[in-house]
Structure formats: structure tokens, C-alpha cells
């Protein structure tokens, strides 16, 4: 069974920061991971899609990896905003089962 | 440009009530999935649809029907509403199940007293 697990649970950064944010999965037998944004009350937004014969995925200041034979994946942000503050998760499918999600990680940017 | 629907946004019901969350896309999608999402437990799957007329059983199914009559609608029943019902639901679509970009509604906050 698929287990998506995301560090740290919650992240406070000054603004300007750059920073990581981690995903690990248990079975690297994916077609892709995807990242997306959820604001509070809100549903989720997309953020990157990375294939699995991809490497990286870059989107304005967002860049996220993934290394598939050892189940991670980073998300990468650079310059941050207070505008950026939100939850965080990433997304993998695996053989015949649909996205299995992390628990995110809740990002505060401080102004 | 609506992408996906979900109807209503917030619903309040009493233990016993019944309802259906109606979800629609309008991307001409195959795939379509119910998540709930719970603090602590994030998103987990309820059921989803590789294409009209099919469902599937998800992680936590139990208590929820779901109906595909159309390609472009998603319902999601409760007959007996329960308090652990309580949640906010999700649905979503995507071309391929897996291999593409997969897209969320808003969401329904519902409340079960």
C-alpha cells in the first residue's frame, strides 16, 4: 500500500526565504507526483506535475524534483511571499489506485 | 471556464437525514473521485469512476453510494448521516487516471448533528 509521508508538518520562514519542502513515498512504482496548493477553506490548486521520467518541473519560483528510485520528492521555493502562506501536499497515483496524499505541510511566511 | 463543480458548499443535517453532494466537470474528463478530507487523517479516497457508468471503492467507502449516469457528473450519497460523517468533501477529475493532472473542486463543508 501506497504511504506518502510530508516533513516538516509546518514551516514558519521570514519573507524572502527560500525554501524546501519534502515528500517521501513507499512505492517508487509511480506514473507521476504532483504538488498542490490548499489556502484555508479552499479547495486544492494544482502547482506541478512531474512525470516519472522527469527530473524536475519548474513553475515562476517554484521548482520541484522528484527521485523516484529513492521515493522523494522536494518542492522548492524560492523568494518567499506572504501570499505563499498555505498548506502544501503532494500527490502520487500508483498502479490502478488513485492519488494518495500526504498530510501536507502548513506554510506560514512571516512579513 | 468552470472546471469542477461541486453543489452544495455547506450543509448542515441531523443524524438519520439523508442527501447528495452533486459533483460536474465540464472538462470531458474519464476519471472522477470523492476524497474526504479530516484534520489529522488528510485527504482520503471514498469511491471514484474510470468512466461513465462505473464505480469503485476507495480507502473509506463505507456508508456512501455513489451513481455515474453522465461522463460529466459525480454523485455522492449518504442515506443515514452520521456525526463521523462530518467533513469536507471533495471531488475531483482527471483525462487519465494516473498519468495526468488532476483537478479539485471547492469543496462541501458538511455538518451531521
Known amino acids: 500500500k501506497q504511504e506518502v509521508t510530508q516533513i516538516p508538518a509546518a514551516l514558519s520562514v521570514p519573507e524572502g526565504e527560500n525554501l524546501v519542502l519534502n515528500c517521501s513515498f513507499t512505492?517508487?512504482?509511480?506514473?507521476?507526483l504532483q504538488w498542490f496548493r490548499q489556502d484555508p477553506g479552499k479547495g486544492l490548486t494544482s502547482l506541478l506535475l512531474i512525470q516519472s521520467s522527469q527530473r524536475e518541473q519548474t513553475s515562476g519560483r517554484l521548482n520541484a524534483s522528484l527521485d523516484k528510485s529513492s521515493g522523494r520528492s522536494t518542492l522548492y521555493i524560492a523568494a518567499s511571499q506572504p501570499g505563499d502562506s498555505a498548506t502544501y501536499l503532494c500527490?502520487?497515483?500508483?498502479?490502478?489506485?488513485?492519488?494518495?496524499f500526504g498530510k501536507g505541510t502548513r506554510l506560514s511566511v512571516i512579513a | 471556464n468552470a472546471g469542477v463543480t461541486q453543489t452544495p458548499k455547506f450543509r448542515v443535517l441531523k443524524t438519520g437525514q439523508s442527501m447528495t453532494l452533486l459533483c460536474a466537470q465540464d472538462?470531458?474528463?474519464?476519471?472522477m473521485y470523492w476524497y474526504r478530507q479530516d484534520p489529522g487523517m488528510g485527504l482520503r479516497l471514498i469511491h471514484y469512476s474510470v468512466g461513465e457508468g462505473t464505480t469503485a471503492k476507495g480507502e473509506v467507502p463505507d456508508g456512501y453510494n455513489v451513481s455515474r449516469l453522465k461522463k460529466q457528473n459525480f454523485l455522492l450519497g449518504l442515506e443515514s448521516a452520521a456525526p463521523s460523517q462530518t467533513s469536507v468533501y471533495f471531488c475531483?477529475?482527471?483525462?487519465?487516471?494516473?498519468?495526468?493532472?488532476?483537478?479539485f473542486g471547492q469543496g462541501t463543508r458538511l455538518t451531521v448533528v
Open positions: 475531483a477529475s482527471s483525462y487519465l487516471q494516473g498519468e495526468t493532472e488532476a483537478f
Open positions: 500527490a502520487v497515483p500508483s498502479g490502478n489506485t488513485p492519488l494518495v
Open positions: 472538462m470531458n474528463h474519464e476519471y
Open positions: 512505492d517508487s512504482a509511480i506514473y507521476n
